[in-house]
């Protein structure tokens, strides 16, 4: 589905296309895990991700909210009822994004978890489906997307 797919985007515009394109190839269940350098545009390719699942909410963000819930009842994904976008820069311990409730949305297949910074994260990402994409800044300004 996704391996082996390398995308280069020039601007936040086509970052975000790119992130709209992504979400057509995602099921109910996964967890896309970002990595990339801080600014790499992973909050920027989740904006398209969310215009995709037809999300009209302003996306910002959750770093220091750690998680933001999204309703996608109204998606071409019939079968995914939530978006949510977890960013674990500034988290602590894992124990944090449990006692949110993030853990419970990762197991849910009616969901799509999008998280940034996965590597904080690994106990509770393990056994899970996932789906990497990594972003890297290009000398020219612009970013590869590695899937």
Not at 45 to 66: C, H, M, Q, Y
Request: charge should be positive; hydrophobic fraction near 35%; glycine fraction near 6%.
């Amino acid at each position: 589905m996704f391996k082996n797919m390398e995308l280069t985007a020039k601007t936040d515009k086509e970052m975000e296309k790119i992130g709209q394109n992504l979400s057509d190839r995602l099921k109910s269940g996964d967890i896309l895990c970002l990595t990339g350098n801080l600014g790499a545009g992973k909050t920027t390719l989740v904006k398209g991700l969310a215009r995709g699942f037809n999300i009209k909410k302003e996306i910002t963000s959750p770093t220091f909210a750690l998680m933001r819930v999204y309703d996608t009842k109204i998606s071409k994904h019939k079968n995914t009822k939530t978006f949510v976008h977890i960013d674990t820069y500034r988290l602590n311990n894992e124990q944090e994004l449990i006692d949110i409730g993030a853990e419970d949305y990762l197991s849910k297949p009616d969901t799509i978890c999008v998280i940034e910074w996965p590597e904080k994260i690994k106990k509770l990402l393990k056994n899970k489906k996932i789906v990497s994409v990594t972003i890297k800044h290009l000398s020219n300004g612009g970013r590869k997307i590695i899937l």
